[in-house]
């Protein structure tokens, strides 16, 4: 619905740039249900989306090491939502630390695994109701961008990337 690509949403996007995305939320061709949206970020820097406060950072293994979302932080911001960030090659906050919305906390990287294979440059990005991963959502009713502007990255190539919660299934 056209609603749902409008730009009304209470977060900012994570880039200050257009970034499109590799895997949309939701059930894909390639994982179901994928907790968040992966964007095809090569070492670019992330932004606050909002006012809040560094709850969790480290490397994850939460499921396994051959399965590993790398290095990661989580911010509950104000609102009450969580923003998980995974497979940063950097982070530039602290464990407790207060961020204001544009603040850089991060940079996207390659960190972590799938099947123990390593994976390629992106972000992960995770929207959750509560700290718990269980709890994802959709992020892109939330996020304040025209997502006509946010392609599916290379779908021309690998048309399965159309999947999942695409707000444009046909690009």
């Known amino acids: 619905t056209e609603d749902t690509i409008s730009n009304n949403g209470q977060y900012s996007f994570p880039f200050n740039k257009i970034i499109y995305v590799n895997q949309w939320h ?9 907790k968040g949206i992966d964007f095809a970020a090569i070492k ?9 406060v560094v709850v969790s950072k ?5 499921s396994g ?15 009450g939502h969580h923003m998980a960030y995974m497979h940063l090659d950097k982070s530039y906050v602290k464990i407790n630390q207060k961020v204001r919305k544009g603040d850089l906390i991060a940079l996207s990287g390659n960190s972590g695994s799938h099947n123990c294979q390593p994976l390629g440059y992106h972000l992960h ?5 509560e700290r718990s991963q269980s ?3 959709n992020p ?5 961008i025209d997502w006509n502007l946010i ?7 690998y048309p399965k990337r159309l999947s999942g919660d695409n707000p444009h299934p046909n690009f």
């Open 135 to 137: 709890t994802h959502i």
């Open 26 to 34: 939701g059930c894909t061709d390639y994982q179901c249900p994928h």
């Open 58 to 62: 480290g490397y994850d293994t939460y």
């Open 65 to 79: 090491e051959c399965n590993s979302g790398g290095n990661y932080l989580v911010i509950k911001y104000d609102g």
């Open 125 to 129: 990005f995770e929207l959750r109701e």
């Open 44 to 52: 670019d820097n992330i932004y606050a989306s909002d006012n809040g």
């Open 151 to 157: 392609k599916t990255n290379k779908s021309n190539i």
């Open 140 to 144: 892109v009713p939330f996020i304040n």
